[in-house]
């Protein structure tokens, strides 16, 4: 069976700190995946996507970046972080749209 | 562009009852219609999925019904129980949402023992 990990839970970071936000897909082969945003009170924003290795797409311009190194493995970047970015990231998979988007348990991330 | 609207934005009921949280989205060419569960602090859980054509759907206690013509979907919770407390969610896909799942802002769903 499929399943999505997502790593780490919790996260308290600086300003000004890097970041790294790892997502891994098991049981299928050339998923879609996604990066999700949840702030406090508002609705998912979907932030990137990617179709296959290396590729990626951003649907927000923001303090944030993505790569897909593997079939399977989606990450989620920073290179100095801002209060703005604290919310809760959310990764997701999905084999086509006909079949929904499964989500990981998500990452809460607070920049101090 | 796509507008997904989750009203009311908080209900709470007492236990037992039947209940329907509604979805409304303002571009009726949608491919889909999900449905998901979102609990305090954790991640989304998949309910339902309603594809194309498939006005129904239908899992245990729960039924989402779909109508692109008029875009609106229902989600209906028959006999709540405590359990059933949660944030519920709807997304569509479609042309409109550049073909990626476009999210609500949710129902929060309070059962009362």
């Known amino acids: 069976s499929q399943t999505i990990h997502q790593w780490p839970a919790t996260l308290v970071q600086p300003v000004g700190s890097p970041l790294s936000l790892e997502c891994t897909v098991e049981?299928?082969?050339?998923?879609?995946l996604y990066w999700y945003r949840q702030a406090a009170g508002r609705g998912l924003q979907l932030l990137f996507y990617s179709v296959g290795i290396g590729q990626i797409s951003s649907e927000v311009p923001q303090n944030l970046s993505a790569s897909r190194p593997q079939d399977r493995q989606f990450i989620l970047s920073s290179k100095k972080l801002l209060l703005s970015d604290s919310g809760f990231y959310l990764c997701a998979w999905s084999t086509g749209q006909d079949y929904g988007y499964t989500f990981g348990s998500g990452t809460r991330l607070t920049v101090v | 562009k796509q507008e997904v609207t989750q009203i009311p934005a908080a209900l709470s009921v007492p236990e037992g009852e039947n209940l329907v949280l509604n979805c409304s989205f303002t571009?009726?060419?949608?491919?889909?219609l999900q449905w998901f569960r979102q609990d305090p602090g954790k991640g989304l859980t998949s309910l339902l999925l309603n594809q194309s054509s498939q006005r129904e759907q239908t899992s245990g206690r729960l039924n989402a019904s779909l109508d692109k013509s008029s875009g609106r979907s229902t989600l209906y919770i028959a006999a709540s129980q405590p359990g059933d407390s949660a944030t519920y969610l709807c997304?569509?896909?479609?042309?409109?949402?550049?073909?990626?799942?476009?999210f609500g802002t949710g129902t929060s769903l309070t059962v009362i023992p």
């Open positions: 049981g299928t082969s050339n998923p879609n």
């Open positions: 571009d009726s060419a949608i491919y889909n």
């Open positions: 997304a569509v896909i479609g042309p409109g949402t550049g073909n990626q799942f476009y």
